[in-house]
Structures are given as C-alpha cells and as structure tokens.
C-alpha cells in the first residue's frame, strides 16, 4: 500500500484546510489510518486517527477544531482543519496501520506542509 498525502498550503489564523490521504489500494485491510505532525525542532506527534470500525482519537490540541474520517469507497482519508492556530505549523504525514497475528506493518505517506501565518 502507498500513501499519498496532499491538501496542504498556506492558511491565515482562523482558516480551514482538508487534508487527503489516498491510498493506492484497498484501505479495507488498514486497520488504523491517521495523521501525525512534525514541527521544526519537535518530535512527530499523533494528531488524529480513525480504526476501521468508525472509531476515533484525537489529541487534546486539535480536539474541537480538526475531524477525521475515511471515504472506504474512494481509498482516501480526510483530515479536515479548522479554526487554524499558528502552533498548527508542521509537516503532515499520513499513517496508516495493518495489523498481523503477531505484528503489525506500518506505512507512510509523503508530509504535506501545513503553515499557519498572517
């Protein structure tokens, strides 16, 4: 499976993005897909993730603000971004999660980069 993450750009304080995550196969065997973060000189953190049971998780930060959500048909992952914050700042990486018997495969996507800025 291959991700291919897109949607970033440039957003004033405030704003909104959509973040999409498409997959080049079937997300049905993906147990859990989601979005982490990376900002200059921090450590890759979770944003938000969807199980495959319609689950999610997000961190206390974007809680209120940002949704996941998942589109099995179109193999695609959203992550929609709203009221935007300047500490929103970061590379987004999609992830996604297949889970073995004993194990489990992760996979990544190429970051999109997400600046908040007046």
């Known amino acids: 499976v291959q991700l291919q993450a897109s949607g970033g750009g440039l957003v004033q304080p405030g704003g909104s993005l959509r973040l999409s995550c498409a997959a080049s196969?079937?997300?049905?065997?993906?147990?859990?897909m989601g979005w982490y973060r990376q900002a200059p000189g921090k450590q890759r953190e979770l944003v938000a993730a969807?199980?495959?049971?319609?689950?999610?998780n997000y961190a206390d930060s974007v809680k209120g603000r940002f949704t996941i959500s998942r589109d099995n048909g179109e193999n695609t992952v959203y992550l929609q971004m709203n009221s935007l914050k300047p500490e929103d700042t970061a590379v987004y990486y999609c992830?996604?999660?297949?889970?073995?018997?004993?194990?489990?495969?992760?996979?990544w996507g190429q970051g999109t980069q997400v600046t908040v800025s007046s």
């Open positions: 992830h996604a999660v297949r889970l073995l018997r004993n194990g489990q495969i992760d996979y």
């Open positions: 196969g079937s997300i049905f065997s993906l147990n859990v």
């Open positions: 969807i199980i495959s049971g319609g689950s999610t």
